[in-house]
Nanobody
């Protein structure tokens, strides 16, 4: 299984970025996909998740209303559209995949079996 994240970069506060994560080696349409982020010296935290059909999405309170997760089950790709970026959004962003989608654990990194390599997002003030 490979998850290849891309789209990170250096932007100013208020700008937008779109991350993409291309998956291979798994039946993508049956997996719940998530985005997590990790800032220097901090633990990895949940950002957003989308269930296999794309019909159910979940967000951390800190990004709700600014970020949108979506997926394309034909292209085997999950996206994270990030708008109104803030300096506190600066982190390495990781995509992840899991087979089960129990709601109570959907925000828990421990339940995701596969991880991408991460892409750096830096937001300057």
């Amino acid at each position: 299984v490979q998850l290849q994240a891309s789209g990170g970069g250096l932007v100013q506060a208020g700008a937008s970025l779109r991350l993409a994560c291309a998956a291979s080696g798994l039946t993508f349409s049956t997996y719940t996909m998530g985005w997590f982020r990790q800032a220097p010296g901090q633990e990895r935290e949940f950002v957003a998740a989308v269930r296999w059909s794309g019909g159910s999405t979940y967000y951390a309170d800190s990004v709700k209303g600014r970020f949108t997760i979506s997926r394309d089950n034909v292209k085997n790709t999950v996206y994270l559209q990030m708008n109104s970026l803030k300096p506190e959004d600066t982190a390495v962003y990781y995509c992840a995949a899991r087979t089960s989608a129990v709601l109570s654990t959907i925000r828990s990194a421990a339940w995701y079996a596969y991880w991408g390599q991460g892409t750096q997002v830096t937001v300057s003030s």
